[in-house]
């Protein structure tokens, strides 16, 4: 909302935006106590009747045109909300580690199996649905359940994806939860971000080895021998069946876990025969 004063013809006026007011009005009536939790979580509080004709006085005093007024909570303690941290300079705590927290989740999700990654980041997915909407159990928070069915709008989608990127140490597109709109389908994207498929890094030591021979100066027998070799190794790959021992799955593989040096010792080894 917007107060103003001195709106005199050709007079100086002063707005301000207010922020949440302490007292319910035809605005704020139908907001639920999740919807005051998450108003309130960013450390901007409500506005009491005598702060806020305070904040109306010093407004007016200041004399500039537009100003922002609302009650900051955790300022006084060092714990500045992150929308305030630029504004507000306070000794740099130190941070340190949560008990157990076992690293990054990318590490994390290491050790585990297909499966047990899988059910692993739809829990976190889960946990982090259920603080923004203000659950006391994320078990209540069905995997398969929509975001629009959970109650999620523009702000609650933006606030989830926010804690997504800063539990997945990226940051993810704005529209992450409308793109995927159910926590398995936010653990699908998490997985292949965190963990990504075989085939990308396979596809990363093929295109090293484009470069590699896109850089190379060879007289045209020395190109011969390598042309050969190499339709020699696609006619291999496409002849090996999938899921059998030294299939297109194991080639991938061999090619996720080869060194540049080897990929380089093929090329010289091709040159020679």
């Known amino acids: 909302a917007l107060a103003q004063h001195r709106t005199t013809h050709h007079q100086p006026t002063t707005s301000i935006a207010w922020g949440l007011w302490a007292n319910t009005t035809a605005m704020t009536n139908h907001l639920t106590q999740a919807d005051l939790a998450r108003l309130t979580g960013n450390g901007l509080g409500p506005i009491s009747t005598d702060a806020g004709t ?33 504004l507000v300079r306070t000794a740099r705590r ?25 059910t692993f ?51 993810l597109p704005a529209t992450v939860v409308f793109d995927h709109p159910t926590p398995h389908a936010l653990a699908a994207l998490l997985l292949d971000r965190l963990v990504p498929h075989p085939h990308v890094a396979a596809r990363a030591k093929v295109d090293e080895l484009d470069v590699f021979l896109a850089e190379l100066a060879l007289a045209d027998e020395d190109r011969s021998l390598i042309t050969t070799h190499l339709e020699s190794l696609i006619d291999r790959w496409r002849d090996r069946a999938p899921n059998t021992p ?8 061999d090619l996720d876990s080869a060194s540049d040096e080897e990929l380089f010792r093929l090329v010289d080894t091709s040159r020679k025969e």
């Open 54 to 86: 305070a904040l109306l006085d010093a407004a007016v005093r200041a004399g500039r045109p537009a100003l922002a007024a609302s009650a900051v909570h955790g300022v006084a303690r060092g714990d500045v909300p992150a929308a305030l941290r630029d």
């Open 94 to 118: 130190r941070e340190t580690a949560a008990p157990g927290a076992g690293g990054s989740l990318a590490e994390r999700l290491r050790p585990l199996t297909g499966p047990q990654r899988t």
């Open 121 to 171: 980041l739809i829990g976190q997915v889960r946990e982090q649905v259920a603080q923004v909407l203000g659950h006391d159990d994320p078990a209540s928070i069905g995997q398969e359940q929509s975001f629009q069915d959970l109650g999620f709008d523009s702000l609650t989608a933006v606030e989830l994806r926010n804690r997504l990127s800063t539990l997945a140490g990226e940051r």
């Open 246 to 253: 030294g299939g297109p799955e194991s080639e991938e593989a």
